[in-house]
């Protein structure tokens, strides 16, 4: 089931065509699906470009647009590839309103992944999937989901699993030779596979350029291993213990400064001896001569309370400065010992750039990377067992995509011969050649060399589409691919955007017939310029603009038989349409 969009422009002869197209059948190529269902049900546009309001309910089966030149049927593709995620411009928006919007409701009842994405994002809706966007004056883009507002990101991908896009300038692709391996996996359904082989092979060629490091590093590192060595040697024999450095250097000041502290400490105590000129012996005087008071005096008596405290603590300062002097002892060895460790630990603090106080950081840090550099051979040559490992996963994903390229080159070659057959290609032979790259050309895509070639006369071996082919066969051949793809897609709706440009003759009935097939199983909506396609659809809808207020307006109408029959007739005849040229009409009409 598709949507499929396609504009044709070039004339030919009706009866001409009608008499080749006899000698085939077309109803085998569509397959997969056995009922018509509508999947893009309704298009709204509103103020996008000349467009005030367009209201579009589509039907099953093929349906053509026709107009004039500059009647705006781009305007309709347009604005279902804006609700489709493309990008946005204030130039969009019809001069004069503030905001564009567009909507396109869409029936997903039949496709599986779109409903599985739906609600995975919580935004699934009764079977149906509306897609809106609001575009404002000033350039400013609003998307939605389902009334859910959405980045675009997830519109593209949601739009990926209803409609896929075949350009108008698809002809042009297939000169780029990347383009052709492309094509043979949308071909072959490789999507998984291709992604496999591009995760194996990241994957491989990451760890090889890690080991190739390592390996061209190989000298810095027993350099590096050769000071590391040294450094720690130095960091255990000093093997400081947590907070060693605070504690030494307070024994280094006590001891350092022994003979002054023992000094001041004797000065002290006879400062505050009971002879009489001590501190102690002043403060008893100071208590006697309150303490025999003729009356007692509140303020007297709190200055006696306070000479008997500080009694007590002259006499306590006293106990611990006898303490002090009588259990000191000076040990020259000792502060020597601390003077050496200390300068050991600030000469190494200085060459690591640290404080003291954080050696055993950098101790455990050095100490760990010696570890890990350590098996520096040993872990090379894990790492070279690795790197074979993830070779051998790449190469083994990498030649099942190739014997599945090879078996779908086949196929692909056979189904764009019998299209190519059906548009006057008879003697065109398309190849599909793959050749092998050498293993140091593998990139994420595999290990293949894939080109389409060609041979336009018998007995001339095939070349490259650039080198050989016109204009008009790669148009015909681009087709052709795009066809036989559209016959195999996964993804419901199709859009062909023009793809039949430089196609003419009786290649044209071929296009309208193929394209009314698919309208079998599901929507064809076909934009063209010539009455051999316009023919062929089921329903008629034509584009015209006219001005109003002298404002340019765009509309769209369902046509009638009578009016469909005049809208073919100016197809065949342009400006002055004859009896005759409307007689052609009715007999192309009737004959579909």
Known sequence: MWLIFLRVHSMTLYHRAHRHLNSFQIDTYVTHSKTTLLMLNHLSIKNFAIAS????????????????????????????????????????????????EICASFDV???????????????DSDEECILRRVITAEGRSKAFINGQPSPLSDIKALGEQMIDIHSQHEHQSL??????????????????????????????????????????????????????????????????????????????????????????????LGSISDDEHGAGALI???????????????????????????????????????????????????????????????QLARKHRCQPETLNDV???????????????????????????????????????????????????????????????????????IDQHEERNANIHGIDDIEFLISTNPGQPPRALGKIASGGELSRISLAIQVVLAQRSAVPSMIFDEVDVGIGGSTAEVVGRLLKELGKNGQVMCITHQAQVASQGEHHLRISKSIMDGTMHSSVDPLNDEERTEEVARMLGGIDITDQTKAHAREMLKLT
Not at 213 to 225: C, D, H, P, Q, S
């Open 175 to 268: 000169l780029v030779k990347e383009k052709h391996r492309n094509l043979l996996d949308d071909y072959a359904g490789h999507d998984a596979l291709t992604k496999e082989v591009m995760a194996h092979f990241q994957a491989w060629q990451a760890k090889a350029k890690h080991f190739e490091m390592l390996i061209n590093n190989r000298e810095e590192t027993e350099a590096r291993l050769q000071v590391l060595n040294f450094q720690v040697d130095e960091l255990d024999t000093l093997s400081l213990q947590e907070g060693e450095i605070e504690q030494l250097e307070q024994e280094q000041a006590k001891l350092g400064n022994a003979e002054a502290l023992i000094q001041s400490a004797h000065e002290a």
């Open 53 to 100: 309001e367009i209201e579009i309910d589509l039907n099953a089966g093929m349906t053509v647009l026709t107009g004039e030149t500059g009647a705006g049927k781009s305007i309709l593709l347009g604005a279902l590839g804006l609700a489709l995620g493309d990008r946005a411009d204030s130039g969009m928006v019809r001069h004069g309103e503030k905001k564009a």
């Open 284 to 346: 008893q005087r100071a208590k006697n001569a309150l303490s025999h008071l003729p009356s007692e005096d509140p303020t007297l008596s709190e200055a006696l309370a306070l000479f008997e405290e500080a009694s007590i603590q002259v006499e306590e300062a006293s106990n611990t400065l006898r303490s002090y002097v009588d259990d000191f002892e000076q040990d020259p060895t000792r502060l020597e010992f601390i003077e050496e460790r200390l300068s050991t630990a600030y």
């Open 109 to 123: 009842k039949e496709i599986p992944s779109a409903q599985a994405w739906l609600e995975a994002h919580d935004l």
């Open 363 to 433: 101790h455990r840090k050095l100490a760990e990377e010696l570890n890990a550099l350590s098996g520096g051979d040993q872990n090379l040559s894990s790492l070279e067992q690795e790197v074979g490992q993830l070779k051998d996963n790449f190469l083994e994903r990498a030649n099942a995509l190739r014997d599945s390229r090879m078996k779908y080159a086949i196929s692909l070659e056979e189904a764009v011969a019998e299209q190519l057959q059906m548009m006057s290609m008879q003697n065109v032979r398309f190849v599909t050649q």
